[in-house]
């Protein structure tokens, strides 16, 4: 089989069984749901402009609801064997994390495009005039926090008291990133350039780098 | 010489080069005229944060070592390093708005250097957090080294996130008196000096460890 077929069967199957099982999905949006509802009673939208300073709360959102549904990425694999049994059948390990980073890269796109239409109609961010240089931001941004997100999910999954770990170890690591991308949101709300941001380079420098460490470390993560 | 020796030469080295730092810092080196008393508190806060930095520098080296090529030997330098490294970050982190409260007129500014002191001590805190809780793991030395090696790629993204983000800057170039260069010389080589004996010391303590946890397992 060659190294594609195999992330697409393993990003498949994955799929799937989210799909399936709904809990995490569901735990997880609702949590983003309920942090957003959470945070007009904290600000009072009445008084606080959001598209001015909103940026950066929404980021907080998919943070913490998008560490929700990565950290629990690895563990059923674990408590029901599979994990061992994907890491004895004969592939390359980096499709083993390479269908795992693409499932968690399209629920956190699913949960950030789900976030925007929520804050439009709950908090009337306006985001339409902006939509194609705010989604060129928030996928660049999003592949770098996916595939940290998938690697420590991964390095977790057996350790005892893991889901609680798994966000203070991310986070700080992450902080480049919300950085850049409460800044991007900032200026595509605002109508600055997104395209030739310095932050965008960044943000690329980011994702090539962990990209390719994450996918060199992987092995190293769940070997026994 | 025994590595026994050796710490203990290092320790006495250390206790007399910190004495005549401290003394070269409260009786030679002249007052700094805008700063006052204050700005004595660099001869420690810079060398603290160099040593800091070489140390995690040197954890990475030794995780990168300990994955290729699996001697337990490496792990315990990674975490040896790694540790006593992060004690010099906390004396930047607590000397730094010390010394920030006077010049700055506030303890704690969002100024690049400081902040990525700041963000690299919490990662290191999450670092030893996880050796805490997977201490009974077997591939607890692994997942340890390979969180060190994204910390320290990490690093260098964060300083120019938080350069960008932040505005406030340490002088980029400072004008040193001679007797405040020799001053600073001296309290590098010191803080250098008692860098490694702690070092060298915690590295024996782990040795005497899985000594005695081998013995331990040894005995039906």
Known sequence: MNYVRVVALIFAKDFREELRRKENVISSLLFAFLSLVLFAFALDPTQVDLNRTGSGLLWLIILFAGSLFMGASFRKEMETGTLQALLLSPTDRSAIFLGKFLVNLVFLLFLEGLLLVFAYLLLDVQTGPVLVPLAVAWIAVTVGYAALGTLFSALIANVRGGQVIYPILLFPVLIPLVIAAATLTQDALAGRPVYTSQWLRLVALFDTLFVTASVFLFEYAVEE | MSLRTWVRTLWGLAAVLNGAALAMIFFYAPVEIQMGAVQKIFYYHVPSAIAGYVLL?????????????????????????AEVGFVFITVVLVTGPIWGR????????????????????????????????????????????????????????????????????????????PPMRQTFFVAMIAVFTLAAALTLTRFMVGKAEERRQAQREATP
Not at chain 2, 60 to 79: E, G, M, N, Q
Not at chain 2, 143 to 170: C, L, Q, R, T
């Open chain 2, 57 to 81: 520098f040197l954890a990475f080296l030794f995780s990168i070592l300990y994955l290729w090529k699996d001697d337990p030997s490496y792990d315990l330098l990674a975490y040896t390093t």
């Open chain 2, 102 to 177: 006077s010049a700055w007129g506030k303890w704690w500014v969002w100024e690049p250097r400081l902040t990525s002191a700041l963000i690299l001590w919490l990662m290191y805190s999450a670092y030893f957090l996880l050796r805490l809780f997977s201490r009974h793991e077997a591939r607890a030395a692994r997942i340890a080294a390979v969180v060190a090696i994204i910390a320290f790629f990490d690093v260098p993204i964060v300083h120019k996130a938080i350069e960008w983000w932040g505005s406030i800057v340490h002088p980029k170039k400072v004008v040193l008196e």
